[in-house]
């Protein structure tokens, strides 16, 4: 549970963000932020901004925690399917040793097959779960094999594999009605072990009326034993696994005299208690204490946590994220809170409808040091954890957001045309540019942290009497207000933003993707559904015809083009303001009627004319639909003596070349 963007919502929510900022190429200095491009991916860098604001201390704990977290990337592969290690290597042999023509049609179908397997952690597509299908021949990879100085045993095996559509077709099945675990390719359950027979074992093993549950079946492999009866083997030092344990438990030990405090020296202990000795109830007792640690700045998680590939929803994939809390963006959400009283008494909304006492909710924005695991090279850019829900209520959970993630995301967008197709002039990208960046990420924090926050229903009001519509319009509400706040001299004389016409930015992007981006997210004839883009589509629609008398905004024809123009940035906030007070009075008031027309008038429908010219300026475009990272290098300075006086943050490696290293430098599971 919780990984709060799946890699489809991402790729949906970078092409809204793409619609965000257009940057010439050298305001993103030197860094290329693209590393790669291949079939259905495109590869980015990302930066590690402030690495170097961290104490040595906390640098060579980062330094022992991302090892930690580059030794686990074998045991995600064994877990995805069985034969993944074993493809790898016999791939990678072949790619290396190649002496043939690296431009035939037989070897580049090769070489992207490799890439996508390396970005997959294995030969099912990351988000689809279907094997893969080669675009080169049967006998190209056999008479390859056969040049190889010596033929790795059950080479044939394992072309059989790549080539046979029957076998291990779906890396996680979930369709109703089959067994999950036997259609299924992952390799959380041994052979011949059926859905019923491990449901049966884990009813016998709960005890309803446990209200601290451990989670059961999290860090083990389910197989018959001898007699045929279901057992577990634990992931553990000595045990399954034990090979790629071992050197993360090391590195976690080299990690320990470094920890900020006693509190996260614990946390790092209990982790290594759990993974010497297996046991669930340690697993807990660690995650209490991760969830309870808000001080220290440099955090980590490394473990089997989230268990999507798993059918029956039980198995974590193992993955590590290393990071540290960057505290100028945390900021922010810290500054919005302690004013939250001040945004509630001054905003448009009739007073009866105000909070008397509001309070602020504060997140932590994080920067990423190291993606690895199932977080790599696909990776989230928010977490959410820990994931059992007794510990959440009882001990708090952690909410995050990875801004230099969505920072390389929104830079790597800059050269891919969408904003030299659809933004009106060079002014205006050239004013998304400079600030569409910031207002993203403080509309974001207003919405989150005061929107949703703000305003009280009148005594007796029934809280759902909004029905159907009632998300749309709360979202719609919290959208609002961070709008109008947006434009406010309150957030230059708080210090979170430099310049009063920086709002303009997230205005034009609002408008141009609520009335026309966004719809190249709908399939053609269909109407808009999904709650935020409703009330993206609501705002910008109802804001575009109360302006029209005034001319607030127009939309322009060009070459058969449509085009966003905004004449009255001023008059545009004004019109937000009175939705957002007619928006709280119908949740105020329950006023169901009122928020269902609105709705209907503004927010469901689309012109099929503007939806077909949406959909086919975007295909033009060629955006990849999915995107992922290499990760940075780290390594140790160290003076004469042995010390370490340092830790030096490398960027420039190539996709193809970090794959290679990592399989030669952290395979601990070579068989
Ligand atoms: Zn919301």
Redesign the pocket.
């Known amino acids: 549970m919780n990984k709060s963007i799946t890699a489809l919502a991402m790729a949906a929510t970078i092409m809204a963000a793409s619609c965000s900022k257009q940057a010439p190429a050298e305001s993103a200095g030197d860094f290329d932020y693209t590393a790669d491009r291949f079939a259905d991916i495109e590869v980015l860098r990302y930066k590690v901004p402030d690495f170097d604001s961290l104490s040595l201390n906390q640098k060579i704990l980062v330094y022992y925690l991302q090892e930690a977290a580059l030794w686990g990337r074998d045991i995600l592969w064994d877990q995805n399917y069985k034969d993944n290690l074993a493809i790898r290597d016999l791939l990678e042999r072949i790619y290396a040793s190649y002496d043939g023509d690296r431009e035939s049609a037989d070897f580049k179908a090769f070489e992207t097959y490799l890439k996508q397997v390396w970005f997959a952690n294995g030969i099912h597509h990351h988000y689809s779960n279907d094997k893969f299908v080669p675009a080169f021949s049967r006998a190209f990879l056999e008479e390859r094999i056969a040049a190889l100085p010596e033929a790795p045993a059950g080479a044939s095996e394992l072309v059989e594999v790549i080539f046979n559509p029957e076998i291990a077709p779906k890396k996680v099945n979930q369709a109703e009605g089959a067994d999950l675990i036997t259609t299924s390719a992952v390799n959380m359950y041994g052979p011949g072990v059926t859905q019923k027979e491990v449901e049966d074992y884990f009813a016998a093993l709960k005890d309803p009326k446990d209200a601290t549950p451990v989670s059961y079946g999290l860090n083990t492999r389910i197989v018959k034993d001898e007699n045929g009866k279901i057992k577990e083997i634990p992931y553990k030092l000595g045990g399954l696994y034990g090979e790629a344990i071992a050197p993360i438990v090391e590195n976690l030990r080299k990690a320990v005299p470094y920890a900020e405090n006693d509190a996260q020296k614990a946390i790092i202990e209990s982790l290594i208690d759990f993974y010497t000795s297996g046991d669930l109830k340690t697993f807990d007792e660690y995650s209490i204490k991760w969830a309870e640690d808000t001080a220290s700045q440099v955090d980590f998680i490394n473990g089997f946590i989230e268990s999507y590939n798993d059918p029956l929803g039980m198995t974590g994939s193992w993955e590590s994220i290393v990071n540290f809390k960057n505290i100028p963006a945390s900021h922010r959400t810290e500054v919005l809170s302690a004013n939250a009283q001040w945004f509630e008494d001054n905003s448009p909304v009739d007073s009866r409808f105000k909070k008397e006492k509001v309070k602020g909710v504060s997140a932590k924005v994080i920067t990423a040091a190291i993606l690895a695991g199932d977080a790599y090279p696909a990776t989230p850019i928010g977490i959410n954890l820990p994931n059992a829900n007794w510990i959440r209520a009882a001990h708090g959970s952690k909410s995050v957001t990875l801004e230099n993630i969505t920072q390389a995301y929104d830079e790597a967008a800059h050269g891919n045309g969408f904003n030299e197709e659809f933004v009106i002039d060079e002014e205006t990208s050239k004013l998304l540019d400079d600030y569409l960046f910031i207002t993203d990420n403080l509309h974001t924090d207003l919405?989150?942290c005061l929107?949703?926050g703000s305003g009280k229903l009148l005594p007796g009001v029934d809280p759902d009497a909004l029905k159907a519509h009632g998300s749309t319009l709360?979202?719609t509400r919290?959208?609002l207000f961070a709008l109008y706040y947006l434009a406010d001299p309150k957030l230059i004389e708080i210090g979170l933003l430099d310049n009063p016409d920086a709002y303009k930015a997230e205005y034009y992007k609002y408008i141009l993707n609520g009335m026309m981006t966004q719809l190249m997210r709908i399939e053609p004839g269909k109407d808009v559904e999904e709650a935020?883009m409703r009330n993206r589509k609501l705002i910008a629609e109802w804001a575009y015809e109360h302006g029209k008398d005034a001319n607030v905004i127009e939309m322009v024809k060009r070459d058969g083009k449509t085009f966003i123009k905004i004449n009255d940035y001023e008059a545009l906030r004004g019109l937000f303001g009175q939705l957002l007070a007619e928006i709280q009075r119908i949740r105020s008031t329950g006023d169901y009627a009122a928020g269902r027309d609105l709705v209907e008038k503004y927010a469901v429908k689309v012109d099929p004319e503007l939806h077909k010219e949406v959909l086919d300026r975007y295909a033009r475009l060629d955006i990849a639909p999915y995107k992922g990272f290499v990760n940075p290098s780290y390594e140790l300075v160290k003076d004469k003596d042995g010390n370490i006086t340092d830790v030096k943050v490398n960027y420039g490696e190539e996709y193809t070349a970090q794959m290679q290293r990592y399989s030669k430098d952290y395979h601990p599971l070579k068989k």
């Open positions: 919405h989150e929107g949703h709360e979202e919290a959208d935020h």
